[in-house]
């Protein structure tokens, strides 16, 4: 058993690939088979798996959210934090703030085009820190 944090450079909305920090961490640990469990400590952010090949993916994914939880909608209360705040955390409710990810002989076992992202819905420049446990 092995527990670790990831710390993620976020440079505004959008979809962040973190994949071979956790495959590096998984790695380092050795675990012959297990699970790896990532969560993330906020709550306007989210985390994702999702295919790594094609760009155009999570473009279309991001603009489909961003059109369903749209800025600005008027029956939000929650909006001292700037127009992206409230809508940041709907976007975090409906997706996940947790993942599990089966590893053996020390592998995270990803299919051939799945990648691990940091979703972040706010505007935010700076860093996320993710938590890993096997």
Avoid at 42 to 54: G, V
Avoid at 59 to 66: A, V
Avoid at 83 to 95: F, N, Y
Wanted: hydrophobic residues 35%.
């Amino acid at each position: 058993m092995a527990i670790g944090e990831i710390k993620i450079p976020v440079h505004g909305q959008g979809l962040h690939e973190f994949t071979g920090s956790v495959a590096d961490w998984v790695s380092e640990q050795a675990p012959d088979e297990g699970l790896c469990t990532l969560f993330i400590q906020h709550t306007s952010a989210s985390l994702l798996i999702q295919e790594n090949a094609d760009p155009s993916a999570r473009r279309d994914l991001e603009s489909w959210l961003n059109r369903l939880v749209p800025e600005n909608d008027p029956l939000y209360t929650h909006t001292l934090e700037g127009p992206d705040d409230m809508p940041a955390h709907i976007k975090s409710s409906l997706t996940a703030t947790s993942l599990s990810i089966p590893v053996q002989k020390g592998r995270l076992m990803l299919g051939t085009w799945q990648g691990v992202y940091l979703w972040e819905h706010r505007y935010h420049h700076g860093s996320r820190h993710v938590i890993l446990h096997i």
